[in-house]
């Protein structure tokens, strides 16, 4: 085998270990960032895991991370479903997060915020923006809880749709009292 | 996290009335229950959360490492001053490519100017008085640009 030719394997070879060991072991920035959007990445992290509550709104809540960026503080939730999706319920626990956190820190909190939802299957994480509820709306939300608690709603909202029935526990009581949902 | 018991709310418990009212009424008057699935999913949730944690402790580590105020530190300590002043580099600084290279340039020289003050305390009092003097304005600046006044 020529000179020429053992260049040339050595080469490949050089290339090929050098493609395998940059996509075999990436940036440990990169990794911990996985699932974030690119306007997170690098951003710092103001809080993370801490509770801040509202007394005057009567709220208590536990974020799991806060970035401070231009635009004010950004709320991130993570949540683990089977699906990459974002619900009804997301966007009033980063609501609420938004009012205790601005009560307590003072520092405004921007409207928008992220849900990374994680596939409980693969792992994969996924990032959402959603868009803040307004304070009248979850002190109204508040009023109606404490009166959906005290019994003081005649006719309570059932889940929007029957299938996330199924899992509920409270359903064989639910069908006895309000005979809608088999 | 507790819920009524101490006349709070949690964020979780509250949004549940987006899921489902009557939930949220049997819980109240019957206790809550949860299914194994639901046990099952809770389990996993608290897993990633671990994770997601673990993470961000990460980050601000990372965070730190590469954009620790080296002087700063060494006049002031970790206080409100620093804050402000890494405040400062992350809203005006690291937004201009001339931000960028004057924070570069800090990072460059800042090791040697600190190993030449560590033996002299009265310089590192001028430093201090000085850095107190631009943490303020820095403080100033970034009160503005956040418009704090909320809450």
Not at chain 1, 67 to 80: P, S
Not at chain 2, 130 to 142: P, T
Request: net charge positive; aromatic share 6%.
């Amino acid at each position: 085998m020529g000179d020429g030719a053992f260049t040339l394997i050595l080469l490949t070879v050089g290339v090929a270990a050098a493609i395998l060991f940059a996509r075999r072991w990436p940036p440990k920035a990169a990794d911990i960032e996985r699932g974030l959007p690119a306007q997170l990445r690098g951003a710092e992290i103001a809080h993370a895991e801490r509770t801040f509550r509202s007394h005057r709104h009567g709220l208590v809540v536990r974020l799991d991370r806060a970035y401070r960026t231009e635009g004010g503080l950004q709320l991130v939730e993570l949540k683990t479903r089977h699906q990459h999706a974002v619900h009804m319920f997301d966007l009033i626990e980063l609501s609420v997060q938004r009012i205790a956190l601005e009560y307590e820190t003072g520092e405004p909190v921007s409207d928008d915020a992220w849900v990374v939802v994680q596939n409980s299957r693969t792992g994969t994480r996924r990032a959402r923006k959603v868009r803040l509820m307004d304070t009248p709306d979850i002190t109204a939300l508040r009023e109606r809880y404490d009166d959906v608690v005290q019994g003081r709603v005649g006719g309570p909202a059932p889940a929007r749709s029957p299938a996330q029935c199924r899992q509920c526990a409270h359903k064989a009581r639910c069908a006895t009292k309000f005979q809608d949902r088999a | 996290m507790s819920d009524r018991n101490d006349g709070f709310v949690s964020a979780s418990e509250l949004a549940r009335m987006g899921y489902c009212e009557r939930q949220v009424y049997f819980d109240a008057t019957h206790g809550k229950r949860a299914t194994p699935e639901q046990q099952r999913a809770r389990h996993r949730g608290l897993n990633a959360h671990a994770a997601f944690l673990d993470e961000s402790r990460r980050i601000a580590a990372a965070s730190d490492k590469k954009g620790r105020c080296f002087i700063a530190t060494l006049a002031l300590g970790e206080c409100d001053e620093t804050r402000a002043l890494r405040a400062f580099r992350d809203l005006f600084l690291r937004r201009s490519a001339c931000g960028r290279w004057l924070v570069a340039a800090y990072y460059r020289q800042s090791p040697g100017l600190c190993r030449w003050l560590v033996p002299r305390p009265r310089a590192i009092r001028s430093v201090r008085w000085l850095l107190k003097g631009l943490a303020r304005a820095a403080g100033a600046a970034v009160r503005m640009k956040v418009g704090r006044g909320h809450g």
